[in-house]
């Protein structure tokens, strides 16, 4: 009995790890697709940008469990089914950061993504991404890789802009 009340409790830990990385991304999301677009043609403003994402992105992940250890943020264009558009490694329009245990926080950003289309007929998506792994104190489980993914629509830029 008692393995077994462990194990649901560790098995709710994961959960919540799970719920807080589906919050981060949305919120990272939100974000994105509101300002992502119209920061582009300006270097210093998409790097702004980025910067309030990765640090918006990481307040939320403050309810994570102490089990639990992001691994990696992603910022992309999405295609039609959510994915990035350069395929599974996030290759092409895509932003990547990876955690860093020494300060707590995403390390250095990899990648661009310089052209989004937020004008016109074609509006891109964008998807954020986090992964973590829930650490489970079993001697059955070894721990949970856990990804979530928030794709939106970009917010479409005015006329005048495009």
């Known amino acids: 009995m008692l393995v077994l009340a462990f194990g649901l409790i560790g098995l709710g830990l994961a959960y919540k790890s799970s719920s807080v990385l589906v919050s981060s991304s949305r919120s990272g999301a939100r974000l ?3 300002a992502y677009a119209p920061a582009v043609a300006d270097n210093a403003q998409r790097a702004a940008m980025l910067e309030n994402l990765r640090v918006s992105v990481e307040r939320n992940l403050d309810g994570l469990p102490g089990q639990a250890e992001p691994r990696t943020l992603w910022v992309f264009r999405a295609d039609s089914s959510g994915e990035p558009t350069g395929g599974p490694g996030c ?4 932003i990547r950061w990876t955690w860093d245990e020494a300060t707590g926080t995403f390390g250095s950003q990899t ?3 310089p052209a989004p289309r937020a004008c016109g007929a074609v509006i891109d998506s964008v ?3 986090l992964t973590a792994r ?3 104190d079993s001697p059955v489980f ?3 890789d856990i990804e979530r993914s928030t794709v939106m629509r970009l917010e479409p830029i005015s006329d005048q802009a495009c």
């Open 127 to 129: 998807g954020v991404r």
């Open 91 to 94: 290759t092409s329009d895509c």
């Open 32 to 34: 994105a697709a509101a």
């Open 111 to 113: 990648g661009t993504w």
């Open 142 to 144: 070894d721990g949970l």
């Open 134 to 136: 829930h650490q489970i």
